[in-house]
């Protein structure tokens, strides 16, 4: 064949390509399945069970030779909390974690949104100058 006959079969092609992507891409507009009798649907907030910890000090009682941490928790979601765990670990003085103690901060009480609450542990662990806390359940 020739280079001329090549030429008009692929221009063919492309215009018939072109052709039909073009008659595809004109469909009709679909139908609103929405009528206007239909009232709006209410948009309603999920429920969230959120809790923030933290520390307010850590030292070391000589009279009772305890390491003491004292902090709070705080109620961050938009429901009521009733139960809330966490984890006291008391670390040595380059913050290896030498103890840990589970505590119920919440047991069957009721936290609303926004509210905190105090705790307090101890430990007679002699290295312990250190506290952090983890969040362990909370609902």
């Not at 948009?43 to 305890?66: H, P, W």
């Not at 009721?110 to 952090?132: D, E, V, Y």
């Amino acid at each position: 064949m020739s280079n001329h006959l090549l030429t008009w079969i692929t221009t063919l092609i492309v215009i018939a390509v072109i052709s039909i992507l073009a008659y595809r891409s004109q469909t009709t507009a679909p139908t609103s399945q929405v009528n206007s009798n239909t009232p709006p649907k209410e948009q309603t907030t999920l429920r969230s069970t959120q809790v923030k910890a933290r520390i307010n000090s850590c030292r070391r009682i000589q009279t009772d030779e305890k390491t003491l941490a004292e902090g709070y928790i705080e109620n961050i979601g938009n429901t009521d909390l009733r139960y809330v765990t966490l984890e006291i670990q008391w670390l040595n003085r380059i913050g290896t974690i030498i103890e840990s103690k589970e505590i119920y901060v919440l047991r069957d009480e009721k936290l609303t949104p926004g509210q905190q609450k105090n705790f307090i542990s101890s430990t007679s662990n002699q290295i312990a100058t250190r506290c952090n806390v983890r969040k362990v359940d909370w609902w």
